[in-house]
């Protein structure tokens, strides 16, 4: 077996093997520790550029007897020689790594097909975030509207994945129409967990301030029916159909707020 970089292949000696099952698909995989030697100084310098690239995006490996590649995610690293010599020894820590290629995601009973799709594990919490970029039919969206405004908890499978059904909710997720349809970018995580604590905070600061901004207008509104029903200008016959007719339509509202001119061009 051979590690594969741009231009050289790299043999290696195996230091140590163990499995350990993975968060996303509870499938077994492995954890190794290989050593690979090279020469001269020149050669080292070269080798430690090439393992800064290897951590970005990874490590492929050739086995000769099964005629597969497999790629492995960098964990530690080190490296060392004995004064004099030319030859200088690299252990590095790899963990396998999986293709993930989603079939469907079926969220409660509405099942869709991503045109995109990520999944990653918080590396505080443990627990998985998931971003998808669906495209729907009208009944769908109204279907999906339906759920995100319950503000509840929902049901999720990753059908080519993992069969299994978690409990996640939804983070703020965008939308936008095209033609007849409406493609949507969802974001899902923990019930356990702080939207805050997860990085996605970070994209919707705004929110929280056209939140604030809503909030005192509110008031302002509330404060002004009431004067003019002091004043006899409006029955409280009025008010309660204002108040039921506002309750009726915010939630459509806020949900209308995250549409924008194309989700995939954020």
Not at 13 to 26: A, G, I, P, R
Not at 138 to 154: A, F, G, P, S, Y
Not at 197 to 208: D, E, P, Y
Request: overall charge negative; aromatic content about 10%.
């Amino acid at each position: 077996m051979f590690v594969i970089s741009k231009d050289k292949k790299h043999e290696f000696n195996l230091l140590s093997q163990e499995t350990f099952v993975s968060k996303h698909t509870e499938k077994i995989l492995q954890k190794i520790q290989i050593e690979i030697i090279v020469v001269g100084e020149k050669g080292n310098n070269d080798f430690l550029s090439l393992i800064e690239t290897f951590k970005s995006k990874g490590l492929e490996i050739f086995d000769e007897k099964t005629n597969q590649t497999k790629k492995w995610d960098v964990g530690n690293t080190s490296w060392s020689y004995r004064q004099g010599s030319e030859y200088y020894y690299h252990k590095i820590n790899l963990s396998e790594m999986e293709t993930l290629e989603i079939e469907s995601l079926q969220i409660n009973d509405l099942v869709v097909k991503p045109y995109k799709y990520n999944e990653r594990i918080d590396k505080d919490s443990d627990h998985i975030i998931i971003q998808a970029s669906i495209k729907l039919n009208l009944d769908q969206h109204n279907e999906l509207k339906d759920l995100m405004n319950k503000k509840e908890e929902v049901v999720v499978i990753r059908n080519g994945i993992n069969g299994k059904e978690i409990n996640l909710r939804f983070g703020i997720s965008y939308w936008s129409e095209e033609e007849s349809n409406y493609k949507h970018t969802l974001y899902l995580f923990s019930p356990k967990d702080d939207s805050d604590n997860l990085g996605l905070a970070s994209l919707f600061i705004w929110i929280k301030n056209l939140r604030n901004v809503v909030g005192k207008h509110n008031v302002m509104i509330d404060a002004l029916l009431c004067l003019l029903v002091k004043k006899s200008i409006l029955s409280s016959e009025e008010l309660d159909q204002i108040k039921a007719f506002d309750e009726l339509n915010k939630k459509d509202f806020i949900f209308d707020l995250f549409k924008v001119d194309d989700v995939d061009k954020l």
